[in-house]
């Protein structure tokens, strides 16, 4: 019987070891198709703290309180203009470099690409833009985060 509970102790803890590592970036280079990006940084709570205040003060009305986006947000609406996307995985957000984004957050969306939201540079200074950049990126899943984090550094 001891060894049963030994092995089942093993298995649980090795699967939450896995668990683990999924979940935080490694101190390993990012590598795509042959092109390297420094490790993913470690996070500042503070910063992603401070990103979450003031994403549910500018940005949830629009993006969503848990930043799942509108409803159909790949359709675009009868003006031609799209939908707010979602900031976590399940959006495109993490496709883009940290310029491209804090460039959205500053400037808006572009009305060429069926953009409307509205420009944050008069309201939001650049280290309140960065930390909610910070705040969507602490909700990305491993894979999202490195892809993002490497399109920000070999771009």
Not at 59 to 74: D, F, I, R, T
Not at 103 to 116: Q, R, S, V
């Amino acid at each position: 019987m001891s060894r049963i509970l030994a092995l089942i102790l093993f298995i649980v803890g090795s699967a939450v070891s896995l668990l683990g590592c999924q979940a935080m970036p490694t101190d390993e280079p990012v590598t795509i198709n042959g092109i390297s990006a420094p490790p993913v940084p470690p996070q500042s709570p503070e910063m992603v703290d401070q990103g979450e205040t003031l994403y549910l003060q500018y940005c949830a009305s629009c993006h969503g309180v848990n930043l799942e986006g509108a409803p159909n947000w790949k359709q675009s609406l009868p003006d031609g203009s799209f939908p707010p996307p979602p900031q976590d995985s399940s959006g495109h957000t993490w496709h883009h470099s940290d310029t491209v984004l804090l460039n959205i957050i500053a400037e808006g969306g572009d009305p060429e690409f069926g953009g409307t939201m509205p420009s944050y540079g008069d309201k939001l200074t650049e280290e309140e833009m960065v930390s909610i950049l910070e705040f969507f990126k602490s909700k990305w899943g491993i894979n999202e985060r490195e892809f993002q984090w490497w399109v920000t550094n070999t771009r």
